[in-house]
């Protein structure tokens, strides 16, 4: 058995909110509701429960994962937690596969679920921000991110014209996804990015993430189960790998550099492919300087070269590189434990996303970004490269 | 908008009320700091300084390889970013600069800027200590421009 021995045989989501008009709980019914639905699985022949750890919410019950389960009425055999922050979506597709493998468990229910705009409990009071960061008013991930802008601006040069390219482009695949969060399906434009306000500069509120509420979920079996079970559109993890605190073991690195190199390359081994094979991306962006970072990691094109990269391709449902189809996490709110454009690739590969639809669905690469370390850039990078049986 | 190109003196940040929570592991940094010495961890095996404090070199994983040495404080301005939207306690400070500098040992420190306009802040700028005292008697290592270079 390996990872590519199973399936990912259904997604479910809700409409991402601004603020939650249910319980947390209650929006992890409704993904466990739809998901028996589409597959008509039985409740109970689910025995596997694994939860990205990315929650706000749930952030100070360390039995998050096993209360949830109770609350749910599940019996499982792998009650999972998966804490690479971002990056945790992926990594629960993988250690669900691995799980399934190692026979913990046959049927998992995969679940991101959080509001933590309606309750956020998070509490960074036990890390290196108290002392190193908090005393100079470092503003969290906005202003590491302007830290690690200005250090590749000094580098290599940045035209953020480009960077605001991409925003415009998630918008637009908002504006055509009904689950993105209502307040950010406007339209905006090259000029309205340059415009908008600077939270840290170099980094403007267009570059930024929104917190959001909503939740979603996978189903995953083997896929000799799934054929048995007669579900069709199932959806295969080919590639698959992550890394935390690379180069951990250094004083100073070059910050325009991340784990997304190594795993990127591992990822994409496993699945036997290039990257010019990948037919659409779906990058972890909480901001928009992290997409051009990865193009240059993964190799879509040479380290310093990412501004041409831009410049050169349509990013659109219907360019020749589709980019975060559903909006991004950037445009449909930063909800559901960061598993938007995980769900994303998952709804194009199998052909329903309707008026954003992209043509070619051989193969979709989703990636995640988890954590911000001191003085780097984030704390975790994964890969994982999906194709429809 | 992003005023950044002006002879006007960025925002400092001394008037803002700081109280620091220290982890045991980094004790020796601030009681240095006591007497505005920047003591900062040094791996012995390696031969390596690092920055921030850890109870294990990063290096070699030993408790045992770490030793605490005094440095200059020097070094060059590696990056920085203009904060427009402070945390809570930064709340009319803004805008005000955070800085990574490279000190001269091979380590990153983020830290304010002061004394410093903002058409003069950029990558690659010579930098010093600037000590900012603290109610507890310890100080804030901040940095500012160094424009007595030989």
């Not at chain 1, 589709?322 to 434990?337: D, E």
């Amino acid at each position: 058995m390996s990872l590519r021995d199973n399936a990912i045989v259904a997604y479910a989501e809700t409409k991402v909110m601004e603020k939650s008009d249910r319980n947390v709980w209650v929006l992890s019914g409704e993904i466990l509701e739809e998901l028996l639905d589409k597959t008509g699985i039985d409740k109970n022949e689910i025995d596997g429960l694994v939860m990205a750890g990315l929650t706000g919410t749930g952030a100070a019950n360390p039995f998050w994962a096993q209360t949830t389960a109770d609350v749910l009425g599940l019996e499982v055999g792998f009650c999972e937690q998966v804490h690479t922050g971002g990056c945790s979506a992926a990594g629960c597709v993988a250690r669900a596969a691995a799980a399934i493998d190692y026979g913990m468990c046959e049927v998992a229910f995969l679940l991101f679920a959080d509001t933590h705009v309606l309750e956020d409990r998070t509490d960074h009071s036990h890390s290196y921000r108290r002392e190193w960061t908090d005393p100079y008013g470092l503003m969290g991930p906005p202003g590491a991110f302007g830290l690690l802008s200005r250090a590749y601006e000094s580098k290599y040069g940045l035209d953020y014209r480009m960077l605001g390219k991409l925003a415009v482009t998630q918008r637009k695949h908002a504006l055509l996804n009904e689950n993105a969060c209502e307040k950010l399906r406007v339209p905006i434009t090259i000029d309205d990015y340059m415009k908008s306000r600077m939270i840290a500069d170099p980094i403007r509120l267009l570059d930024c993430v929104m917190r959001a509420d909503g939740a979603a979920g996978l189903l995953m079996m083997s896929r000799k189960r799934a054929k048995e079970k007669g579900l069709s559109k199932c959806i295969i993890p080919i590639g698959y790998a992550e890394r935390t605190n690379f180069k951990g073991g250094e004083n100073l690195v070059d910050v325009t550099k991340s784990g997304h190199e190594v795993c990127g390359k591992k990822a994409l081994g496993a699945a036997g492919l290039g990257i010019k094979d990948i037919a659409s991306f779906h990058p972890y962006d909480d901001f928009i300087i992290a997409i051009m970072l990865q193009f240059e990691a993964f190799g879509f094109c040479k380290p310093g070269e990412g501004v041409q990269f831009i410049r050169d391709h349509d990013f659109s449902h219907d360019g020749d590189l589709p980019l975060n189809t559903g909006g991004g996490q950037i445009s449909a709110g930063q909800a559901a434990c960061s598993s938007h454009n995980l769900v994303e690739a998952v709804r194009q590969l199998q052909g329903e996303a309707g008026k954003r639809q992209v043509k070619d669905t051989k193969n979709a690469l989703v990636t995640g970004i988890g954590w911000i370390n001191y003085g780097r850039n984030w704390g975790s990078s994964a890969a994982l490269v999906l194709v429809p049986e | 908008m992003a005023n950044t190109s002006n002879n006007k003196p960025l925002n400092d940040t001394l008037g803002v009320k700081r109280t620091i929570n220290h982890f045991d592991f980094s004790e020796p940094y601030w009681e240095g700091t006591r007497q505005k010495k920047l003591i900062i961890q040094y791996c012995k095996a390696t031969k390596k300084f690092q920055h921030f404090p850890r109870p294990v070199s990063i290096f070699s994983g030993r408790r045992r390889d770490i030793e605490w040495r005094e440095v200059s404080g020097k070094g060059v301005v590696h990056s920085y970013t203009i904060t427009y939207r402070g945390t809570p306690a930064f709340r009319n400070a803004e805008p005000y600069a955070v800085v990574s500098v490279t000190l001269d040992v091979g380590v990153n420190f983020i830290a304010n800027i002061i004394n410093c306009t903002a058409e003069e802040l950029k990558v690659g700028m010579k930098v010093k200590p600037y000590w900012h005292p603290l109610d507890d008697g310890t100080h804030l290592l901040m940095f500012q421009p160094d424009r007595n270079m030989a």
